[in-house]
């Protein structure tokens, strides 16, 4: 029983370090901002950090707590933002208070998202390793072509879908296209603020944290270790794997109606939502460390913002990025570098057990 409250309590420290360090993070960048010291470009990147964040955490659920290899996150993100900003421009006019459309089109994006999570994970997840991956790599570029090719109107006899063109939607002259294909959403309103984002990434660690230290996340990870032994057990497998799931597809679908609430124009290309996305989105969980957390939002961090304060490096900047990669990568996965860590973890807390 003590050692179970002893584990509690480190679980409750870990949580609130996790918590501290990201609202120490967001005060020191509410400072620079407030003072102008940091450039309009930087600024700018606040919100995406945000999003990446909680995209990073919520795969990190899937791929580090429940041990699953997934490549459709950018999926989950497209639904999120698409739903989302697809609601926010059709009540535009409707809701003119900004917030409240927005937390509107947030739970949209968050709804939708977790549908399809079900509905993609009931079949998905009876597979595992490089199967599992190949087909949620195929789901989140099935979303991305099936949304560059949907065109839908908007006149007063109400929605009109086509698959053809813009033409083809058949709509009275003062009709409005919402949808137009690869050309995406435009007129998006811009409501997501650095505020909004930071309250979304401590949500996310809040439903995360708790989930992974609640007796649900603990059958999570005992699935992850040993399948056979936790089915042994009375453990249901389907139930908590699609639990896993769905709730890291909801916060990538929350994600998801951050970065469509961010630009004015919403397209579903390669580099957005495609593979390359979920492929990043995977390095952050990769070299952050594999159930993480919060090594997840500091990958996440570093290697959102290395770009651009390398941007002006044109030659070399792409080579500091990959040995930067390679570097973090040696670090956190080299058992020399292990190693090395405990060690020195190992005589910190010698040495504090001594003072006490």
Known sequence: MSGMLKKMSKNTKNSLITYGIVIAAYVIMQVLISAGSISSLLEGLMVPLCYYIILAVSLNLV??????LSLGHAGFMCIGAFSSAFFSKCMRDVITV?????????????????????LIGIPVLRLKGDYLAIVTLAFGEIIKNLVNVLYIGKDSNGFH???????????EPDGMVIVNGPQGITGTPKDATFLIGFILIL??????????????????????????????????????????FTISAALAGAAGVLYAHNLSTLTATTNNFGYNQSIMILVFVV?????????????????????????????YRMLIYAVVLIVMMLFNWAPKAIEWRERHLRFGKRKKEAVQ
């Open 287 to 315: 070299l952050g460390g594999i159930g993480n957390i919060r090594g997840s939002i500091i990958a996440a961090v570093i290697l959102t913002l290395l770009p651009e304060l390398l941007r002006g490096l044109d030659d």
């Open 98 to 118: 900004d917030i409240v459309r927005f937390l509107l089109a947030l739970l949209i994006g968050i709804v939708v998202a977790a549908i399809f999570g079900i």
């Open 161 to 171: 879908f086509s698959t053809k063109d813009a033409m083809a939607l058949n709509m």
């Open 203 to 244: 949500i996310t660690l809040f439903i995360v944290l708790n989930l992974i230290n609640s007796r649900d996340g603990r059958a999570i990870m005992s699935i992850r270790d040993n399948r056979i032994a936790a089915e042994s057990i009375g453990i249901n497998i389907t139930k908590y794997k699609l639990m896993a």
């Open 63 to 68: 791929v580090g707590i429940l041990g699953e």
